[in-house]
């Protein structure tokens, strides 16, 4: 059955991947800049200028924390943020302590303690890598929304049952792995071309991982069509178990999940008890049969709230079709108490 698709909607993911690309294009066009200014810095001679360490102050902001260096330089007290990356000069030194700070193009850039050199935040060494694997790791993410609208508008009105939605998914997974090794790939190596090629590598793994995962939930949703295993069994007392029920039925309810077993007619209810809003299941529904999940054609939201391995009771009452979902070790008892009622009724009607 062909699905219907508004261009619209298509369009949607594609003008959001177009401007992601865009920035991420923005963010590589400050990579050389960054670079020029490093490579300055690297072969300029900082002036170098006594100090004195007054203070340690550790300022935390959410999970993260800045390391603030108070340091008296001829006469007057400095404020200085240091790098989180490369030696720990902030660990070692102590109030009263002798450092030398070093000024490049008007700010301290760097401190250094007993033969140790530590950057400080205006330190333009690796301020390129920020931009490149932000950009590198957005990449992916922009690329899949150009093939999402292109996929939502081509392929999914005749994609298969279960594939439009295990594809989509598949690819995603493979895409957010391949963003997040190309972000932290920013700190590999000493260049540009270092950086690139490590989140290369991460292309195999990502689709690897990608496929990966497009056969196990497959798997799983495949063996949920074997439902051999699956017998009555009428509940022996009061039992609440898990359950949707869909058609075009007065007892099919907003919100009532829930359904009441062994305690006279099933019945549907909101209430977790089990008490009150109760609709009952008639008499004249009939099970037909058993079956895992159809993708695409049972309500989307059925296989996140009973898990991949849930099972639909396909049931008739009258002309209507009357679907029931529920997770696999409660199915036994659901059935059995649908396949008494019904015994029930026509021992009634006999």
């Known amino acids: 059955m062909q699905r219907t698709v508004r261009a619209w909607a298509a369009a949607i993911p594609v003008g959001l991947g177009v401007g992601l690309l865009l920035f991420c294009a923005w963010l590589f066009g400050t990579v050389p800049d960054h670079q020029a200014e490093e490579r300055a810095y690297r072969a300029a001679r900082p002036v170098s200028v006594p100090a004195r360490v ?18 008296t330089e001829r006469g007057d007290e400095r404020r200085l943020r240091m790098s989180d990356v490369g030696d720990d000069i902030y660990g070692r030194v102590r109030p009263g ?14 401190v ?52 439009h939605t295990l594809m989509p998914g598949a690819v995603w997974t493979a895409g957010f792995v391949e963003g997040t090794v190309a ?8 260049g540009v071309r270092d950086v690139l090629l490590v989140a290369a590598c991460g292309i195999p793994l990502s689709a690897g991982i990608g ?10 949703v495949r063996g949920a069509d074997d439902t051999k295993d699956i017998v009555p069994v009428v509940p022996a007392s009061r039992v609440m178990v898990s359950a949707s029920v869909h058609g075009d039925v007065p007892y099919r309810r907003y919100g009532c999940d829930l359904l009441v077993l062994g305690d006279g007619p099933p019945a549907t209810t909101p209430d977790p008890t089990g008490r009150v809003a109760r609709a009952e299941l008639p008499a ?14 049972d309500p989307d939201a059925w296989p996140g709230t009973y898990k991949l391995n849930g099972v639909v009771i396909e049931c008739r009452d009258g002309e209507q079709q009357v679907l029931i979902a529920c997770r696999r070790r409660d199915a036994p008892v ?15 009607h006999t």
């Open 54 to 71: 007054e203070a340690k102050v550790d300022e935390t902001r959410g999970k993260s924390t800045r390391h603030w260096l108070h340091v």
């Open 97 to 110: 302590d002798r450092v030398t700070v070093e000024y490049w193009r008007g700010e301290i850039r760097a």
């Open 112 to 163: 250094t303690f007993e033969g140790v050199t530590q950057q400080t935040h205006e330190s333009p060494i690796g301020d390129w890598r920020m931009p490149l694997g932000i950009g590198l790791g957005l990449v992916p993410v922009g690329v899949l929304l150009l093939w999402s609208g292109w996929y939502y508008r081509y392929r999914y009105p005749t994609a298969p049952r279960g594939r």
């Open 183 to 190: 972000f932290f790939s920013s700190a590999a190596g000493d």
């Open 211 to 220: 496929a990966l995962t497009y056969w196990r939930v497959w798997r799983r």
């Open 284 to 297: 004249t529904l009939r099970v037909e049969r058993v079956r895992g999940w159809r993708l695409g054609e």
């Open 334 to 348: 659901i059935l059995g108490a649908l396949l008494d009622r019904a015994a029930d009724g026509e021992a009634a």
